[in-house]
């Protein structure tokens, strides 16, 4: 998970930094000018925690992505609760955390919307990954683009946890969908 | 963990840390070290300290990664303490690793071919691991120190170049070899024994990943450098 903070305030940033790092295992990128945020691949993040008036001032970029942005707030300032999650920087450290922990758990189920089991078309490519066939060849015996087997592959890494054609093939052979490694 | 030092015991940071003791048996110390400091069992033994807590404190903190310092110790010193993380993996943890799965498969239900699977999984990988010391140990390592000697002190540094990490297929497939374990085991077996062989496994990986970070971001880039000095020369 990629997480952006852009706050003017360096200890505020290094703050949640230490807390996502300490509590979530997530290292956040910081930005101390929104500049330097916008120079830097701004689509790259599934996160983004900043003040209301940052977002007000860069609209276009930041209401598409409503659903993935917690607004700093401070003085008890209530206003911006239905906008969207809120962390009031005064608040005692457990309820920070209590609010943390509910946001990255909300981006958590946005993310895990890839269901779990293999699509027909992924366990076709499965096989003949298995098999040994490159990319390219899967690509021509499926007739479809060399782009769809890799988002195919990508999926099938993310779904199993294993990267390696080797790793895949010996899932493949405990799961009968192949029965030999050398059956190309 | 915080970072240890030279006036440290030795023996609370074994304590606190016991996934070093064979890092610190590839140093020639062995259990039973009383309560000295690392500067003085470093004396005792003839270690070079500084170069002694710097791989101490790698391979405890996987973020810590003093690039400069490991760049300023001599390249054969690398070698020589590569070289005995290569023969501890062929020497004891490759062969513990297949001693616990050798039981987990005979002490498991015989239908369960998984666990045969998996162990064709591992010794694949040992055989890439197997070959890779091989190559270390028959050129590229030799290579390094006929350039050392070659050099003899002379400066390098401005050769150094370091780019960028490569994905490791060791890593990956240990990787892989867990999450076959982790995610997807199926049918009965022995608790223990597959426990004792993930744990196995996870110690190779913490050791492999240290190792291949002094192999690729220091040794690398001083070996290439050292060549490339050698190569100017003639």
Redesign the interface.
Known sequence: MRIAVVTPHTLLNLGLKHLFQRYFDVTPALYNRAEDFFDDTPEQFDAYLLFADTVLKYSDFFLPRKSRIMLLTAHGDQSSESFAPTLPIDEEKESLLERLERFVEQLGRQAESLPQELSPRETEVLKLVAKGFMNKEIADQLNISINTVLSHRKNLTAKLGIKTVSGLSFYAMMNGYISDIDNK | MALINADCKLCDVILNEPSIIPVINRFGIILGVGDKSIRTVCEEKNLDCEFFVTILNTFINEDYFPENRLKSFCATQIVDYLTLTNSYYQQFQIPNIERHFNSLISQSDSDN??LE??K??FE?LKKELLSRIERDRTSWFPAIRAAAEQLQGEYYGEHIRYDHDEPD?LE??L???K??F???L?GEYDLNLCHGVIFALYSLEKDIKQHNRIRNRILRPIADAMLKACHDKE
């Open positions: 071919n998984n699977l998996m064709q999984f694949e297929s990956e497939k990787d892989d070899l999450s076959l982790v995610i997807h199926r």
